[in-house]
């Protein structure tokens, strides 16, 4: 069983059973279904709604708590607006900044008042507009990449930069120093370089189809290469492409980590899968191009690229054999949408990983596949990168707003979890709302007329709670002004205080429904057919609920012109309709013109002294079940002839047949049939002498048929 506060440090350094952790926690929630009387609610419960919410100084669980953590310690990095890569050291880190690409040494202060605290000391500025990758040489001395350009340097002891090598690419993405050999990954043509660690003859080793080689990881004597943009995972080989290990639905193998238990592998796919790397990088950095001017305004408005990402781990096997990646199967750890992961560090050789995201500076922690817990949420946008000075502080550094935290900062004596803005989608009263915890817990909240809390918002207004037994503890929002948007801050007071999953009820103003089409829909009937259409036609019409209320319909007729008290109900009352469409018998109904009027009402969700309603009416329509006249049927000159009426419509057609024969299209002397009165002439062959029964059939255009005979001699 996890300890509730499995988070926390137990000792200056971090072990395998206990991992530093802030906690940051959103809410997001779908309401809940609408209930009687326009009652709806909105809870937030698992880990994944409450990720979507922020947290100072507290941690979200695996199992959806949120936990009193830690407050990480914030150091700045002078001279910096953003940072991108770090580099783990023996009792410090270094990171690399972006827009003034610049290398800067982090260390914790060990005296007096700055004991704890995170120091920061700009080493050096190296040419180019970011430090990408950074890899220690075995005698102390760091090599750093830094774009545009494929230029290596070597930063010494002392702080000075020296040329290391150069190579044919324009940009270096990964180093590792791997089997007595540093390494390159580069594009954008997907080359992967090798050479001395004294940066002599470097040469390509791997030459993959994708653009970028973007990650490097040692497994053993094996060196893994995440690509982009087709997240593929390959190992080098004595041919040129290496060996395809793994072909991943994604855009990039952003990073890698290694455990006991297997690998770990975090595939991110952009929302804009022609968004490549460099432009992703550009993007980030507020730029329109990685040679321009740094960004003018404030940095924090940036936003990053929109993506999906997810991690996936491979069992190894007890020879580590990464070769399995090919046919052993990846399980996936963690997904998270609206995002994309930037680094991961194995804190232990037993499972545990940290992962950085892009997600509002969120570090989740993963154990395994049902164990992912939000352990920090900083205040920047993003976080960029994770590493740790030898078994020492854990530091993870941030973009659009260059700092470094120390992520097993000292435990924190409260804590506070503000949720995402809530929309109610249109004005609305607040009810209760409703948590499950353990206190001390204080609530406020604040409403407002849009999704980003500006001065239009309300002042934070303080919430009382109640302890209920058995049920929690319950507030009342009543108190706040009837607005479309809501936030909910929960502080918890003490360090053994916790909230489990809260509710919150709203009642939103009722919107009355919109019908926009009613719609009479008849039988069909053939031309050469023998029966008559059906006399039921079919009323459909379109509505929308507008506020999701659940709707019921009253459908009901009268004859075009008359009154209002001329509506004849076309359904039973004892049963509400809910059908968007209802059928109509005119079997029995009197021949003439008439409307159809549906009234929607949202009187289930509301309640009748709150329903609202909306009524439309169909255009006028005819009813007509009279049969066209035959008038003047005559055989005579080797023709047959006669009149046709409608009085409802028009003729629509007119067929003939002799004796038993079948029946025959006539035409109208006119050549059309489109008048309620036409005339026919039909030539018939000639018929053998004697008596003929001569049979025309005619049809109007509702599909009403009559028919006459007669009686022909043939001499």
């Known amino acids: 069983m996890m300890d509730r506060r499995s988070l926390r440090l137990r000792s200056p350094s971090l072990t395998a ?38 947290t100072e100084g507290a941690a979200i669980e695996s199992s959806g708590r949120v936990t009193v953590g ?133 040469k390509v080793v791997l030459d993959d189809d994708d653009k970028h080689i973007m990650s490097l990881l040692s497994v053993g004597d094996t060196l893994l290469v995440g690509t982009a943009p087709g997240a593929r995972l390959l190992r080098p080989s004595d041919e040129p492409g290496g060996v395809l290990l793994k072909d991943f639905s994604g855009d990039e193998i952003r990073t890698m980590a290694l455990t006991r ?64 990646a090919t046919e052993a199967p990846w399980d996936e750890w963690f997904k998270r949408d609206g995002q994309y992961f930037t680094s991961m560090l194995a804190l232990d050789d037993t499972g545990t990983v940290l992962l950085a995201s892009s997600a509002d500076g969120k570090v989740y922690r993963l154990r395994g596949a049902r164990d992912a817990a939000t352990v920090a949420d900083f205040e920047e946008r993003q976080t960029t990168a994770l590493c740790r000075a030898n078994k020492g502080p ?54 407002g007329p849009n999704d980003e809390p500006d001065d239009r918002w309300s002042d934070w207004t303080t919430i009382k709670l109640t302890s209920e037994p058995g049920a929690g503890f319950r507030g009342d929002l ?96 004892d049963e509400p309709l809910t059908k968007r469409e209802l059928s109509w018998d005119l079997s029995t109904v009197p021949n003439g013109i008439y409307e159809v009027e549906v009234v929607a009402s949202d009187e289930p969700t509301n309640g009748a002294t709150k329903a609202r309603t909306d009524e439309l009416r169909s255009a006028p329509f005819v009813v007509d079940r009279q049969r066209p006249r035959i008038e003047d049927l005559r055989v005579a000159g080797g023709k047959i002839t006669a009149t046709v009426r409608d009085t409802g419509g028009y003729v629509h057609d007119v067929a003939y047949r002799i004796d038993d024969g079948p029946f025959h299209t006539a035409v109208a002397s006119d050549g059309l049939f489109d008048e309620p009165s036409e005339t026919i002439s039909i030539v018939v062959p000639k018929l053998r002498t004697g008596t003929h029964r001569v049979v025309l059939r005619a049809r109007d255009s509702f599909g009403n048929l009559e028919t006459a005979a007669t009686i022909a001699t043939i001499e």
């Open 394 to 447: 854990i530091f993870a550094t941030v973009g659009q707003g260059a700092a470094a935290y120390n992520l097993q900062a000292s435990s924190a004596d409260k804590a506070l979890y503000r949720s995402k803005v809530f929309d109610t989608k249109q004005p609305s009263d607040f009810g209760a709302v409703v948590l499950r915890g353990l206190g001390p817990l204080t609530a406020r909240a604040r409403v």
């Open 478 to 573: 009543g108190v706040l002004s009837r607005r479309r948007y809501l936030q909910l801050e929960l502080g918890l007071a003490s360090p053994s205080a916790e909230v489990r999953d809260f509710e919150l009820f709203y009642a939103p103003e009722n919107l009355a429904p919109r019908l926009s089409e009613v719609k009479i829909s008849r039988p069909s009937f053939e031309s050469d057919g023998k029966r008559e259409p059906s006399t039921k036609v079919t009323i459909r019409w379109k509505a929308d609920a507008r506020d999701d209320d659940d709707l019921v319909y009253d459908v009901r007729a009268r004859p075009e012109g008359t009154g209002e008290t001329q509506w004849i109900p076309l359904h039973d009352d």
């Open 261 to 324: 238990q297997g690998l770990l592998v975090a595939v991110n796919t952009f929302d804009n899968r022609q968004l490549g790397s460099v432009e992703a990088l550009t993007q980030n950095l507020a730029r329109t191009s990685l040679t321009g001017k740094p960004p003018a305004g404030d940095l924090q408005q940036a936003r990053p690229p929109k993506a999906n990402a997810a991690v996936y781990h491979l069992d190894l096997g007890p020879g580590r054999d990464p070769d399995r």
């Open 70 to 202: 830690f407050a990480p310690k914030r150091g700045e990095l002078s001279d910096a607006t953003s940072a991108f890569s770090c580099l783990g050291g023996k009792d410090e880190v270094l990171v690399g900044t972006a827009d003034t690409a610049a290398i800067h040494r982090i260390s914790l202060g060990r005296r007096g008042k700055s004991k704890g605290a995170v120091q920061s000391e700009r080493v050096v500025e190296v040419p180019g507009v970011v430090v990408t990758a950074m890899a220690t040489l075995p005698g102390g001395d760091v090599v750093v990449a830094s774009l545009p350009g494929g230029t290596l340097r070597r930063l010494d002891k002392r702080g000075k930069l020296h040329d290391f090598a150069t190579l044919p690419v324009e940009q270096v993405w990964a180093l590792k120093v791997h089997d007595g050999k540093l390494y390159a990954g580069t594009g954008p043509k997907g080359e992967l370089f090798a050479m001395s660690l004294a940066g002599k003859d470097p």
């Open 17 to 54: 059973s206990s991992v530093a952790a802030v906690a940051a926690a959103m809410l997001v929630a779908a309401p809940v279904p609408a209930v009687a009387g326009g009652t709806r609610s909105i809870s937030v419960s698992d880990h994944e709604d409450l990720d979507r919410g922020e």
